[in-house]
């Protein structure tokens, strides 16, 4: 178990690709468990977190998309993170996971702190992120940090005969 002088926040590399797809589809099911039918889980995971996807969008930054970071305690990823801008003073949280082991350590803190200084360095007033309703883990983590819930909509990869709702929530930066 690291603690918080182990780790370091950084932009991510392609060797950090494998260390990302687990964290987040390790997150993804740890959060999404009981909220969601396993298949659309693992079909989830297939289509957002693979590794070849993860390595192509490392080395993408521009329209929207300021890449991924991740918390490393040695070499090891624990967490990651990706946003961008969405207007030019409104910011979004697109993916934030940690490994489910390392909750509660400050890990998800760091890397939204990190992200947050960047966005703001491009003149963000406004971050945004989505969560599913029913995230029991997302929903109090983003609220602890300033954000308020400011509508619902569908959410973004919605399943045929599903209809599942993001919660928006947004704080000014």
Known sequence: MGTQSNLRVQK??????????RVCSEGWRDT???LHAEAYIERTIREFYNVERIRREIGQT?????????????????????????GPEEAEVFVLYLLPSRR???IGTMLLDHLTD???AKGAKRQWV???????KGIPFYEARGFRLAGERE????PEGEELVSHRYVRDI
Do not use: C
């Open 62 to 86: 521009g329209d929207g998309w300021d890449g991924w970071f991740v918390a490393l305690d040695g070499k090891d990823v624990v967490g990651a993170i990706g946003g961008g801008m969405t």
């Open 12 to 21: 991510a590399a392609p060797e950090h690709a494998e260390g990302i797809a």
């Open 155 to 158: 959410a973004h990869f919605n």
């Open 104 to 106: 509660r350590e400050g």
């Open 118 to 120: 960047i966005q703001r």
């Open 32 to 34: 999404y468990r009981g």
């Open 130 to 136: 989505s969560v599913t309703k029913g995230n029991g």
